[in-house]
């Protein structure tokens, strides 16, 4: 039992250090406001992901989605030396992204993915996984039927798992507003896919 209980208590501690050694999100950007390089570079590894994710499903097609998340990390760049931790990190990285996708709908019409692109598979598939590929993509081509608000709503909420707190933070409106942005994007998915009933 000696030996077990004293794993138990190196592991607590081993995670306990690389916790208080890990710098938050939002001391990074303090620093990376100072001039930190090396902080704003672990930034940009720590939610380059999630930047990406949004403006490709939002976007649908990679040139675009590289320069979006480009310029979100270009503009957070810039707002480094004004940045205050009001609101979670993320949130305040979201709110640019959603900025930019929403600017970028002004210019252009995307057409929405729910998966990153990868090498095409050329084996025959399975009935039950063509009938599930054949549904996301008609879920894909509904989600482009929305309007800009209601799907960047549907793709924080259901693609990357936000809060609605965090959701009406990241667009600049009220939850009860993102609320009513889901319920009418299900609605008008659910329209879209009655045949897939």
């Given amino acids: 039992m000696g030996w077990f209980f004293h ?3 190196a592991g607590y501690f081993a995670n306990l250090m690389a916790m208080i050694q890990t710098p938050r999100d939002d001391e990074l950007m303090l620093a990376a406001g100072q001039g930190d390089v090396q902080a704003f570079e672990q930034i940009v590894l720590r939610h380059q992901a999630f930047a990406w994710s949004v403006a490709y499903r939002f976007v649908g ?3 675009d989605a590289e320069d979006l998340v480009q310029d979100a990390f270009l503009r957070l760049l810039a707002a480094a030396a004004r940045y205050r931790p009001t609101a979670s990190f993320r949130t305040y990285l979201s709110r640019i992204i959603c900025r930019l996708c929403l600017d ?6 995307p057409v929405v993915c729910d998966e990153l692109p990868e090498c095409a598979d050329t084996s025959p598939l399975p009935d039950g996984i063509v009938v599930r590929e054949e ?3 008609a879920v894909r081509r509904g989600i482009t039927l929305l309007p800009p ?4 709503a549907i793709i924080l909420r259901y693609y990357e798992d936000c809060s609605y707190r965090d959701i009406a933070e990241a667009m600049d409106t009220t939850e009860k ?3 009513r942005l ?3 994007g299900r609605e008008a998915l659910g329209n879209t896919l009655k045949d897939w009933d």
């Fill in 149 to 152: 608000n209601q799907r960047l």
């Fill in 182 to 184: 889901l319920a009418r």
């Fill in 135 to 137: 549904q996301a993509s």
């Fill in 177 to 179: 507003a993102v609320e």
């Fill in 7 to 9: 794993l138990t208590w």
């Fill in 61 to 63: 097609n990679r040139e």
């Fill in 104 to 109: 970028h709908m002004e210019k252009k019409r």
